[in-house]
């Protein structure tokens, strides 16, 4: 019986590494064939090939990222990353492997994953800059330190790179440091000055440090290379004009928006107030009577009013409406003791 079970188990063997080898060379095969066609720019007929090979060896390296490369070019980004993924449990410390899942982690929004691969190259040594696409990931997790610190890193790498000083700016503004982030978006701009939408966000900035006059040059730059007048936009755009004291630029834009948006109580009081800034008082009355028409029991508007008419020289008629305002709303007599404008 020994005997037996000795020549069986000899002859399964030798049925096994023939096997085995015709597989191999299968594989080598179908690899040479997507080699192939891939130089040849057909990548569908490559991804064939190189799934037979696959097929015939799966745990082949090379037919893995050559598959995942052929799916890149076709576009089909998820499934080249799961032949990246499956690329990296045969060898985690693969550059290309590397390379590779950290840009498709980045365009397929993965931020956690393309810190983590991004990192992976740093470690590997991988003479390539990804301290940007570090940047802008944490950006997106919303770690705006962590993205500032990287923008740093990343600067140093390419200083002619206009998104990375722009991946600045937008930290600095969900910080609300305005300054910091007017002063970015100008080195973003400097870099590429054809990004209209960046020119806007300047501009609103600018409106937020407040620096009207900045504010008025972003926008208007913004409008001239083609940024769509929104209503937010001309709204911006009006109130830099008027608290500029260009009120006949900014009177144009506001009847523009009054037309689109009638009766808009807060864009009425904005007028007004830009008006009463200025020293327009009478301007200002009329666009806060505007809104006691709509609200006859609107008090900042009747307050606002009161004051304009003492800052006439007519102070006893301002201060009979300031107090018919306090009356109204209570709060607002705090104001008065505070010398100050509702909402100051």
Same mark, same amino acid.
């Given at each position: 019986m020994r005997k037996y079970l000795i020549v069986w188990t000899c002859a399964a063997l030798s049925t096994f590494n023939t096997g085995y080898g015709q597989n191999t060379d299968s594989a080598d095969h179908y690899l040479q064939l997507g080699m192939q066609e891939k130089q040849a720019r057909r990548f569908r007929e490559a991804e064939k090939q190189f799934t037979k090979a696959h097929q015939f060896a799966p745990k082949n390296l090379n037919t893995l990222i050559e598959l995942g490369a052929v799916l890149i070019e076709q576009n089909r980004y998820a499934e080249a990353r799961e032949k990246f993924l499956l690329a990296e449990q045969i060898d985690a410390n693969h550059p290309i492997v590397a390379e590779n899942l950290t840009t498709l982690s980045l365009n397929m929004r993965k931020w956690a994953d393309a810190i983590k691969y991004a990192q992976k190259m740093q470690q590997l040594k991988i #003479?390539?800059?990804v301290n940007f696409i570090i940047a802008k990931s944490n950006y997106e997790l919303e770690n705006y330190g962590e993205a500032l610190r990287y923008c740093e890193l990343a600067f140093k790498d390419d200083p002619k790179k206009a998104e990375t000083p722009y991946i600045a700016a937008r930290c600095f503004i969900e910080m609300s440091n305005y300054k910091?982030? #007017?002063?970015?978006?100008?080195?973003?701009?400097?870099?590429?000055?054809?990004?209209?939408?960046?020119?806007?966000?300047?501009?609103l900035a600018y409106f937020a440090i407040p620096d009207d006059k900045k504010a008025v040059y972003w926008l208007e730059r913004a409008g001239a290379k083609g940024y769509k007048p929104t209503l937010d936009y001309l709204e911006n755009l009006g109130n830099a004009y008027l608290n500029t004291g260009n009120f006949e630029k900014g009177a144009v834009i506001m009847q523009q928006l009054l037309q689109r948006k009638p009766n808009d109580q807060e864009l009425l009081y904005n007028i007004g107030d830009a008006y009463?800034?200025?020293?327009?008082?009478?301007?200002?009355?009329d666009y806060w009577d505007r809104i006691l028409a709509i609200d006859k029991k609107n008090a900042n508007a009747l307050y606002m009013i009161g004051l304009a008419y003492q800052k006439k020289g007519e102070k006893q008629k301002g201060m009979q409406l300031c107090d018919q305002a306090i009356q109204m709303d209570p709060s607002l007599k705090n104001l008065r003791q505070e010398k100050k404008m509702p909402g100051g």
């Open positions: #003479a390539k800059p910091r982030a #007017a002063g970015c978006y100008e080195q973003a701009i400097e870099r590429d000055s054809s990004n209209a939408t960046w020119m806007y966000e300047a501009g009463f800034k200025n020293g327009k008082y009478q301007e200002a009355i």
